[in-house]
């Protein structure tokens, strides 16, 4: 039994590093290509929660490639689903994306989370409140945010991460939010 839990940590262990791994290849070739001949910059990120009202702007990657656990902690509990604070582990591959968003749009204005983390419980509500929520959602494995960025159009934010090719982008001008996730390269 113990080595079948051993086992399952360094499966997850290879995945979380081939994780990290491709989210660096991502970033970097989204970068330009005299920041790509040097290092990449710093992983930080400014947000601000409008379910809870709380802000956090937190480095969580070094110019070396390396995260700051304790910095991906602090962002898993701060896109925690709003109706349970339950939280999850946060796709880094996600907070990449939503990184380089920010950083092409100006990196100096907050990103407004409309939503984050969803519980499944929470997901089941919205789907019985008729929401255009997905059953399987990628906001219920911590793998989808919605956003916005006060002073910049939404069209700007979606052709930004459009752009990118990172991962999934929906467009809600109703809502009022663009929608990313670590998924693969789609767009609605």
Known sequence: MPSEALSLSSRRDFLRTVTVGTALAVANLALPATTRASRLPAGRISLFNLQTEERLSVTFRTEGGAYDQSALDELNYFLRCHHTNETTTMDVQLIEFVTLVQQRIGGRRDIHIVSAYR??????????????????????????????????????????????????????????????????????
């Open 119 to 188: 519980s499944q419980e929470y997901n089941e509500q919205l789907i019985r409140m008729g929401t255009r929520a997905a059953r399987h959602s990628y906001h219920v494995s911590g793998q989808a945010v919605d956003v916005q960025i006060p002073g910049v159009s939404l069209r700007t934010v979606r052709e930004v991460a459009l752009r990118l090719g990172c991962g999934g982008v929906g467009y809600y001008p109703r809502g009022k939010f663009v929608h990313l996730d670590s998924g693969p390269f789609r767009h609605w």
